[in-house]
């Protein structure tokens, strides 16, 4: 089986304030990726950003960064410095290493407050 | 560079109408192939995934059926639709390993009537 969870509908943040986004995984591949995507109103898909499960570093892309735990199966996203156009709906998706089945959460929508 | 082309934009259909919607890469070979759907507001239900041409994996059994003839072609239908098969369809497609990630279309957004 292959499910990600996010526990949070929504979420608020003032703008230059940091704000995290809690997501955990199951899967039964033991080589997968795990991403975090936004989608704005136009509902165009964007990747944030990717962690490959077999590297122990957490990845960081300039204001976002993730908090891997595998062992927990947690992926939180962590958004520094928030901006008013960080406003969006967040998913976090798992994709199997051999199933390259790609699974997402329900996802969470941040608000960012001026 | 790869691109995703996914059509039509926007449908509106009666109820018991078939249904058609179709999504082709360009600049890759063999890529895996999704659909999903999202209702209003709400997260993307994985329908169907393909790792090759014929092969196809349902997630979620209902009044729809894909299919993959192309390599890089992959297609939604239905022969009758229903009401509850209003929302916002989306393609995508990823390829191997490594850096990857998944490239979306547009998407489209159906309305049965």
């Known amino acids: 089986a292959q499910t990600v969870t996010q526990s949070q509908p929504e979420m608020s943040v003032q703008e230059a304030e940091t704000v995290t986004l809690s997501c955990t995984y199951d899967t039964s591949e033991s080589d997968y990726y795990l991403f975090w995507y936004k989608q704005p109103p136009s509902r165009q898909m964007i990747l944030v950003i990717r962690?490959?499960?077999?590297?122990?570093q957490n990845a960081t892309e300039n204001r976002f960064s993730v908090n891997f735990q595998k062992a927990a199966k947690s992926f939180s996203l962590k958004i520094s410095d928030s901006q008013l156009g960080d406003a969006a709906m967040y998913f976090c998706a798992s994709l199997g290493g051999s199933n390259y089945k790609l699974t997402f959460g329900k996802g969470t929508l941040l608000t960012v407050n001026p | 560079s790869q691109t995703i082309h996914q059509w039509p934009a926007t449908l509106v259909q009666p109820v018991g109408s078939p249904l058609s919607l179709e999504c082709t890469v360009e600049g890759t070979s063999n890529p895996n192939l999704y659909w999903y759907r999202q209702a209003a507001g709400r997260g993307l239900q994985l329908l169907f995934y393909?790792?090759?041409?014929?092969?196809i994996s349902s997630e979620v059994p209902q009044n729809l059926s894909a299919s993959r003839p192309q390599d890089r072609q992959f297609i939604l239908s239905s022969k009758k639709l229903l009401l509850s098969d209003s929302g916002f369809y989306l393609c995508a497609w990823s390829v191997g390993a490594g850096d990857t990630e998944a490239f979306f279309g547009q998407g489209t957004r159906l309305t049965v009537v």
């Open positions: 962690q490959e499960a077999y590297k122990q």
């Open positions: 393909s790792v090759g041409i014929g092969q």
